[in-house]
């Protein structure tokens, strides 16, 4: 039981290999065990490798070690991801458009996912002792909130005013 965790608990462990080990070993035994579901380890594992670990692009904490992480660290990955181009942009192009938009950035929940994927896997990684960390820096770092959509309203005060007075003059009005 000693090398139950092979390179994932020294001090040199990179937060890529930590996360190669958790969504390979930690997270399968806990679905085996029924405390996790697969389409949940399945989410965690397209989302690191997207965007807290990619192999290639920004922004990335790949090759920050385990026990180096911080929470400025964290909170400049996180604001970084937010800004990330998003793979949903459109296809085609509209009428008069010569050229397509770019796609939008990640939505604040993304970011706040993959934030709350990086804090369980810190969760873990201090609940196993491993590289001697002794705390959870993404728990220093609030996720960000959600872009709030400004209401429009659909009908004028002046035309609720008419619409108020015509209503008025039918029998059943109230309904």
């Known amino acids: 039981l000693a090398d ?16 190669e080990h958790w969504l390979t070993k930690t997270l399968p035994q806990a679905v085996a065990a029924g405390n996790l579901a697969q389409s949940t380890l399945d989410s965690y594992r397209d989302n690191a490798e ?7 692009g920004e922004p990335t904490l790949r090759h920050v070690r ?14 970084r ?5 998003s793979g949903q942009g459109r296809r085609k ?5 010569t050229e397509l938009p770019p796609p939008p950035p990640l939505s604040p929940r993304t970011v706040a996912y993959c934030r ?6 810190l969760t873990d990684a201090v609940r196993d002792e491993a590289a001697g960390l ?6 220093l770092v609030k996720p960000p909130k959600k872009r709030q959509k400004r209401a429009r309203p659909t009908i004028s005060p002046d035309d609720a005013g008419t619409l108020l007075v015509a209503m008025g003059e039918d029998r059943l009005w109230c309904y």
């Open 4 to 19: 139950a965790v092979p390179g994932a608990a020294g001090k040199d462990t990179t937060i890529a290999r930590y996360l």
């Open 50 to 56: 997207k965007h807290i670990v990619p192999e290639d």
């Open 66 to 79: 385990l026990a180096d992480l911080s929470g400025p660290m964290v909170r400049e990955w996180q604001h």
């Open 81 to 85: 991801l937010g800004k990330k181009p």
């Open 93 to 97: 192009l509209r009428e008069g458009e």
């Open 116 to 121: 709350s994927i990086l804090h369980k896997a």
């Open 134 to 139: 002794e705390r959870n820096v993404a728990a």
